[in-house]
């Protein structure tokens, strides 16, 4: 498995963006399809974007697509969240995935939770009005 950390989270206000970021390490990042996820208190934790080895495709919930861009530097062995325009249903504790690439592949793969095997321990993002 590989090794996963996230960190840029914070206190913002609504209207503000945050950039997260989840630095891989102990495998090959390239051979890895990587999702976010967030869970607020008392939910369940649910996707929120994932992005595909290459970069080649990404995947959104509805709930932040045209906000939140996903992307990766396979060079540096990261992948980032871009979130903008956020909401104080945004707030939550995001977490970085990953599965190796190759299995499958699809929105229906991307955004379920036991698709990824490896998760990092999460960065909390409270989005203040």
């Known amino acids: 498995q590989v090794q996963l950390v996230e960190s840029g989270g914070g206190l913002v206000q609504a209207g503000d963006s945050l950039r997260l970021s989840c630095a891989a390490s102990?495998?090959?990042?390239?051979?890895?399809?990587m999702g976010w996820f967030r869970q607020a208190p008392g939910k369940e934790r649910e996707f929120v974007a994932a992005i595909t080895w290459s970069g080649g495709a990404t995947y959104y919930a509805d709930s932040v697509k045209g906000r939140f861009t996903i992307s990766r530097d396979n060079a540096k062995n990261t992948v980032s969240l871009q979130m903008n325009s956020l909401k104080r249903e945004d707030t939550g504790v995001y977490y970085c995935?990953?599965?190796?690439?190759?299995?499958?592949?699809?929105?229906?793969?991307?955004?379920?939770?036991?698709?990824?095997?490896?998760w990092g321990q999460g960065t909390q993002v409270t989005v203040s009005s």
């Open positions: 102990g495998r090959t990042f390239s051979r890895y399809d």
């Open positions: 995935a990953a599965v190796e690439a190759g299995r499958n592949s699809g929105n229906g793969y991307y955004t379920k939770r036991v698709t990824y095997d490896s």
